[in-house]
């Protein structure tokens, strides 16, 4: 019998962290505990891998563990799921930790949008749908049934290209901040990348603007990185004007133009890394994240700050703590399996041709 959550609810972080530890000691290689950039420290201390969700998930593939503990978002454990092999189970220490860029297009909403701009267009010889990996797996599915594919921040570019080269237009969700600034950086006019409102007929757009749009973007956003804004790069940059600027492509359009450079969390952390010693760096990604950069550097006289003068880290994310994590490790322990996330097979299959679409054009 799976020992309860209520159980763990009340202990401290230091007594969950000696049971973490003595259940990993006991599982030992069957099981691999993955940590997103994102997560607290207090879980993401515990992670035999870290990085960015597509990573990870192929860590975990690669692994010989039977069980991923992933330490994350339902999206990711998804993914992870996806791309492991058969006999590996994917496991969420929190089911409520979701992603609310994933929750603003649901399948429901594409296949409507798909359908109105088959009243305009041949969708199916003019339109590569893409999802952003920050995406549930149907629609990553529907991507697969439709010739589409799935990208990330750091292959955004490639896999438009990709795009472009098999048909004239894209559909892009769920984030338009990531496609817009990528699709800019292209070379892609904005008034040829369009807004879609799903809460609008026809996306709130005329048969004019389909028409001429090479870009759909889907009006999602990711709230941590709506957070950011142009003024508070004019602000600090006024007090330190030394400052190079640092964002990721789900900031807005304004962000990322004032900055120096814009990338995925993993670029982010790379080029901070490199940089030369006592030069500062105003850094537009989320909390965790900056903190833990911000203290691995301060020994190289670097200053690493968080671009928003408020609190804006994942709620979500932070979901996940050690009393889940204490929770699901020990029940695995005790040969319970806790939170498992299985992906049903026809909608598995055709999330993982759009996934393998993204690896062989990246």
């Not at 490639?158 to 894209?170: G, R």
């Not at 292209?186 to 004019?208: H, Q, Y």
Request: overall charge negative.
């Amino acid at each position: 019998m799976s020992l309860p959550i209520q159980d763990y609810a009340l202990l401290d972080d230091d007594e969950c962290d000696v049971r973490i530890a003595a259940a990993k000691a006991q599982l030992g290689s069957r099981c691999v505990i993955l940590g997103h950039h994102y997560q607290r420290d207090e879980v993401f201390k515990h992670a035999d891998f870290s990085g960015d969700s597509l990573k990870l998930s192929r860590d975990a593939a690669n692994s010989a563990a039977e069980y991923i503990v992933f330490c994350g978002v339902h999206f990711m454990a998804e993914v992870a799921d996806i791309l492991s092999r058969p006999e590996q189970i994917a496991i969420l220490p929190d089911l409520a930790a979701g992603c609310s860029m994933a929750d603003m297009a649901n399948l429901l909403k594409v296949q409507k949008c798909w359908a109105e701009l088959a009243q305009v267009l041949d969708v199916d010889s003019q339109i590569t749908p893409i999802t952003y990996i920050n995406s549930a797996a149907d629609l990553k599915a529907f991507c697969g049934q439709h010739d589409g594919i799935v990208c990330t921040s750091s292959n955004a570019q490639k896999i438009l290209e990709w795009s472009f080269a098999q048909k004239p237009k894209v559909l892009f969700f769920p984030d338009q901040h990531l496609g817009r600034n990528t699709g800019y950086r292209m070379g892609i006019p904005l008034e040829e990348m369009v807004t879609w409102d799903f809460n609008k007929p026809m996306g709130g757009l005329t048969e004019a603007q389909i028409l001429n749009a090479k870009i759909i973007l889907w009006n999602g956003h990711c709230s941590v990185h709506q957070a950011f804004k142009p003024e508070q790069i004019d602000n600090f940059l006024a007090r330190y004007p030394e400052t190079q600027v640092i964002a990721h492509p789900e900031a807005c359009f304004e962000v990322c133009q004032k900055a120096d450079y814009v990338g995925s969390t993993e670029y982010i952390l790379k080029t901070v890394r490199a940089a030369a010693p006592d030069t500062r760096w105003l850094v537009a990604t989320e909390l965790n994240l900056v903190n833990r950069l911000h203290e691995e550097c301060k020994g190289e006289g670097k200053n690493v700050h968080f671009m928003s003068p408020t609190l804006c880290m994942c709620s979500t994310m932070f979901r996940t703590d050690p009393q889940h994590l204490a929770w699901v490790l020990e029940n695995l322990a005790a040969g319970e399996v806790i939170n498992q996330i299985a992906v049903p097979a026809d909608v598995a299959q055709f999330a993982k041709k759009a996934l393998d679409a993204m690896l062989v054009a990246s």
